[in-house]
Nanobody, 116 residues
Framework: QVQLMEAGGGLVQPGGSLRLSCSTSTTIISDYTMGWYRQAPGERNEMVASITSSGNTNYADAAKGRFTISRDIARKMVFLDMNSLRPDDTAVYYC??????????WGQGTQVIVSS
């Protein structure tokens, strides 16, 4: 049973920073593309950032220049560092693991609220 466990969400003021973390297994973090997605109330789930098994990163336009995805294979963790947060970043953030030909896995989500 694959488990993805997110942590690090919370309430932050506009302009502030948060670090989200996602813990998983060695096989998943080494062999899968890991991603962060988010879903705001009434909105579609959208990709925020991803990192492939070879370490290549990809960002949504809204995340470029403000968010950074990284991974620590030894700790079996993926991170999303979010800076210059805005109210429209408010959403539930989900960790995701996918690989062609294999099931896609999701974490339970962590809430991020950006508000003064």
């Amino acid at each position: 049973q694959v488990q993805l466990m997110e942590a690090g969400g919370g309430l932050v003021q506009p302009g502030g920073s948060l670090r989200l973390s996602c813990s998983t297994s060695t096989t998943i973090i080494s062999d899968y593309t890991m991603g962060w997605y988010r879903q705001a109330p009434g909105e579609r789930n959208e990709m925020v950032a991803s990192i492939t098994s070879s370490g290549n990163t990809n960002y949504a336009d809204a995340a470029k220049g403000r968010f950074t995805i990284s991974r620590d294979i030894a700790r079996k963790m993926v991170f999303l560092d979010m800076n210059s947060l805005r109210p429209d970043d408010t959403a539930v953030y989900y960790c995701n693991a996918k690989r062609i030909g294999r099931p896609t896995y999701w974490g339970q989500g962590t809430q991020v609220i950006v508000s003064s």
